[in-house]
Structure formats: structure tokens, C-alpha cells
């Protein structure tokens, strides 16, 4: 059974840091290629960090860079997603999903789309405030 579970988030200050984990079951992740996206309440589900099928190429949403990095543990079955310096506006539930049938990140419009994903977590909220 194709299974991903989120773990790792918490309540953090501003300024502060986290490490998300998503561990597969059912399938080997590194033939797949990875997102991790975010939804707020009373917000869209929007794309934060994808990790591609092949090579590894990674993606980041522009507010992320420089801030976020995302990884992949080939012994564990499991992505990573650290998050430094967050801010209150980090604030969300954050899931991950794997694209069944594309190595690309991005869509046409060169962002992630949720459209291409799927085998969706239930997701592990992530709470910046003082």
C-alpha cells in the first residue's frame, strides 16, 4: 500500500527552525519525484519544495529560498525538509506527495502544481509564533 506520513512539526518561535520528515511505505521514493506543499487556513495549497526522480534536482517556491532545503534518504525511504529562519507566515499544515508519472518539479507555468501529485499525507502542522 502507497502510504507517505508526515512528522516533525511543532510549535517554533520566529527565527526558528524545524525538520520535517516524510517517510514512505509501499514504494521506493527515490523513482519518484517529491513536493512538499503547505495550506493555511482559509488558503490555497501551494507548493513549497520538490525533490525530482532524477538526479535530485530541487525546487523551491520563491519565499523559501535560501531558507528551506529539501533532501532525500535513500536508506531511510524518507524526504526531509529543513526549515530555518521561519516566520510567522510559515504558519500551515504541510504535506507531501509523490508525482506518479513525471521527474519534473514544475508545470508549464514553472511552478508546483498539487494537480501532478497525489498518495497525499495526512499532513503535520507547523505552528511559528512568539
Known amino acids: 500500500q502507497v502510504q507517505l506520513v508526515e512528522s516533525g512539526g511543532g510549535l517554533v518561535q520566529p527565527g526558528g527552525s524545524l525538520r520535517l520528515s516524510c517517510a514512505a511505505s509501499g514504494f521506493t521514493l527515490d523513482y519518484y519525484t517529491i513536493g512538499w506543499f503547505r495550506q493555511a487556513p482559509g488558503k490555497e495549497r501551494e507548493g513549497v519544495s520538490c525533490?525530482?526522480?532524477?538526479?535530485?534536482?530541487?525546487y523551491y517556491a520563491d519565499s523559501m529560498k535560501g531558507r528551506f532545503t529539501i533532501s532525500r534518504d535513500s536508506a531511510k525511504n524518507t524526504v526531509y525538509l529543513q526549515m530555518n529562519s521561519l516566520k510567522p507566515e510559515d504558519t500551515a499544515v504541510y504535506y507531501c506527495?509523490?508525482?506518479?508519472?513525471?521527474?519534473?518539479?514544475?508545470?508549464?507555468?514553472?511552478?508546483?502544481?498539487?494537480?501532478?501529485?497525489?498518495?497525499w499525507g495526512l499532513g503535520t502542522q507547523v505552528t511559528v509564533s512568539s
Open positions: 525533490i525530482s526522480s532524477s538526479d535530485g534536482i530541487t
Open positions: 506527495a509523490r508525482d506518479p508519472l513525471r521527474s519534473a518539479c514544475t508545470g508549464p507555468a514553472g511552478t508546483m502544481s498539487r494537480l501532478y501529485f497525489g498518495a
